[in-house]
């Protein structure tokens, strides 16, 4: 038994934050940000939008293009470190927004590769037997907990959502799915408040990204590397196997990297980072869906999907669309 994806779906803001928008905000300009990253303009969930909002656009697609209903579904999965409430969780109040019944609905928190974690349970779980049909989604809202002033991390970031459903199927379907962590990065990327630590009556609650953005990237492109190259042996597959990269959008200059590791063509790897900026948790989705709507990536097409964020956490899926 394999899960197949039967739809994918996403969804974007209105709001459109450019470079020069941030200019006015932050000792940066367009060249520097266009240049170390490949971000020209990001989305910014409006005032009161909230995470589960986003998710629910981007589910609501999903389930349109499956052609299932809500009530079809079996289980609930959805990756985000920016959940509307401490609890419930984002997926509770968003199994509730679609009048889903009362299928298992959980959040996974693995920053970045949220949605490559919510794929592999997903997998799991179908290809156990023990469910049939599972929605996958990554929303996330993080320029809400972004140091408006710090320029080394409020320039990367954007908000969004994408989805996936996954229906049991004979026919591949996802191949294999990697996914791994390492605490001991904890100090290089981080929001370091929570019920236990620093809540403040400050701006955002305390809240602030912070992240080593050098010491980030080099072990982003080295661990990327090594996940590409474990995603092909697991399946006995050669460089040239492949007909799409759908990676994480953090920085162009990363992508590049691992399409380079791949001996991957530009032409053959989805860029959503120039227009995205990152999304964390949403990126993969939303780039996938992108593709898929685009008429890009089509029914049959062979996809490594590669995510890397803040834990550190990092993890791929090969799959047949
Ligand atoms: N505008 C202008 N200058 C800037 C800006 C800015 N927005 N930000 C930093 N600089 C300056 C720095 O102060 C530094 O100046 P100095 O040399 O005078 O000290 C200079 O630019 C170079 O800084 P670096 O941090 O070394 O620049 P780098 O080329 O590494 O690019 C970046 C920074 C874009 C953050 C890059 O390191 C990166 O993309 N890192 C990885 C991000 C990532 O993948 N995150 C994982 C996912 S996120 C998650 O999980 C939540």
């Not at 589960?52 to 809500?70: F, K, V």
């Not at 985000?80 to 009362?102: H, I, K, N, W, Y």
């Not at 049939?132 to 908000?159: H, I, P």
Request: one cysteine or more; glycine letters at 10%; proline letters at 2%.
């Amino acid at each position: 038994m394999y899960s197949r994806i039967a739809g994918t779906g996403s969804y974007l803001p209105e709001k459109i934050l450019t470079n020069k928008d941030l200019e006015a905000l932050v000792d940066t300009d367009d060249a520097w940000i266009r240049d170390r990253t490949g971000i020209v303009e990001r989305r910014i969930a409006a005032e009161g939008q909230t995470t589960c909002d986003l998710a629910e656009q981007a589910a609501r697609a999903a389930l349109a293009a499956s052609g299932l209903a809500p009530s079809d579904i079996d289980l609930l999965i959805v990756g985000t470190t920016t959940p509307d409430v401490v609890f419930p969780s984002t997926a509770c109040l968003l199994q509730q927004r679609l009048g889903m019944g009362e299928c298992g609905a959980f959040d996974i928190n693995a920053a970045c590769t949220g949605f490559i974690y919510g794929l592999s349970v997903a997998d799991q779980f179908i290809r156990a037997g023990t469910v049939k049909r599972v929605l996958v989604v990554g929303a996330e809202t993080l320029t809400r907990m972004l140091d408006w002033s710090d320029r080394s991390t409020c320039v990367l970031f954007g908000d969004g959502a994408g989805a996936a459903v996954l229906v049991a199927d004979q026919e591949p379907g996802i191949l294999s799915t990697h996914i791994h962590a390492n605490g001991g990065y904890s100090h290089l990327l981080k929001v370091d408040v929570g019920v236990s630590r620093g809540f403040k009556a400050e701006p955002r609650g305390g809240l602030s990204v912070q992240m080593v953005g050098n010491e980030v990237f080099k072990v982003a492109v080295n661990t990327l590397g090594r996940i590409v190259d474990e995603t092909l042996e697991a399946n006995q597959l050669g460089q040239g196997d492949l007909d799409w990269l759908v990676p994480h959008q953090a920085n162009l200059r990363i992508i590049k990297a691992t399409a380079k590791k791949l001996q991957m063509s530009m032409d053959q790897v989805i860029v959503t980072v120039d227009r995205h900026g990152n999304t964390s948790a949403a990126s993969v989705p939303l780039a996938l869906d992108e593709a898929v709507r685009s008429g890009r990536i089509k029914r049959g097409d062979r996809l490594l999907l590669e995510a890397f964020g803040g834990g550190f956490t990092w993890g791929s899926a090969l799959v047949v669309f």
